[in-house]
């Protein structure tokens, strides 16, 4: 079964500082990998997934993930971050491309301070 | 374009009555469809999914139940709630094995 892992609860930045969202996989064969953005009492949103290709994805609102094979890790950067960054993220696991079995991190509180 | 709605958006119900959640998809086809729990505003727990009409599959033996009558359209019941069925309900679409895409969601309160 695969699984994903955010170590950090809560992730606290300024306003114009880049910032990192941790995330790392575990999941036998390829991995695809989503990043997800939930604003207070609303579905997630979309940012950005990793498939094949070039390790550094781009997406949504200026965010981008690294994905690295060998530490299995697909963290979600921003170069500059906004104030209106401040929400729950979420990483996501699906193994090869059954659309059924997708797992979800417990996600991290992003809050940007002005 | 695709949208996807649920309703309610926010429900409160007592312990042991009915309970009836609706999602509809708009502008795609044959979608796949997924019920999802959020408790306490943190992890999703995946509750059902469909990938046809009529076709349900569930992930955790509960007092719930899901229902695809229509291509777009699925709906998560319940005969009797219990105070641990409290939560926030997502519905998602996929197209084949893309991304999912959530609804606004249902936040439910069993008294």
């Known amino acids: 079964a695969q699984s994903v892992a955010q170590p950090e609860d809560q992730v606290n930045v300024a306003e114009g500082n880049p910032l990192t969202v941790k995330c790392t996989y575990s999941?036998?064969?390829?991995?695809?990998l989503f990043w997800y953005v939930q604003y207070p009492n609303r579905g997630l949103q979309f940012l950005l997934k990793?498939?094949?290709?070039?390790?550094l994805v781009k997406g949504s609102y200026g965010f981008e993930a690294e994905f690295n094979k060998s530490q299995t890790s697909f963290h979600l950067k921003k170069p500059s971050a906004l104030v209106s960054d401040s929400a729950l993220y979420f990483c996501?696991?699906?193994?090869?491309?059954?659309?059924?079995?997708?797992?979800f991190g417990a996600g991290t509180r992003l809050t940007v301070k002005p | 374009s695709q949208t996807i709605h649920q309703w309610p958006a926010t429900l409160v119900q007592p312990v042991g009555s009915p309970l009836s959640l609706e999602c509809t998809v708009e502008?795609?086809?044959?979608?796949?469809l997924y019920w999802y729990r959020q408790a306490a505003g943190r992890g999703l727990q995946l509750l059902f999914y469909?990938?046809?009409?009529?076709?349900i599959s569930s992930e955790v033996p509960q007092n719930l139940s899901a229902s695809r009558p229509q291509d777009r359209q699925f709906i998560l019941s319940s005969k009797k709630l219990l105070l641990s069925d409290s939560g926030f309900y997502l519905c998602?679409?996929?197209?084949?094995?893309?991304?999912?895409?959530f609804g606004p969601g249902t936040r439910l309160t069993v008294t």
């Open positions: 999941v036998s064969g390829n991995p695809y």
């Open positions: 502008g795609t086809s044959n979608p796949n």
């Open positions: 469909s990938v046809g009409i009529g076709q």
């Open positions: 996501a696991v699906r193994r090869f491309y059954n659309n059924n079995d997708m797992r």
């Open positions: 990793y498939i094949t290709g070039d390790n």
């Open positions: 998602a679409w996929a197209r084949g094995g893309g991304e999912q895409y």
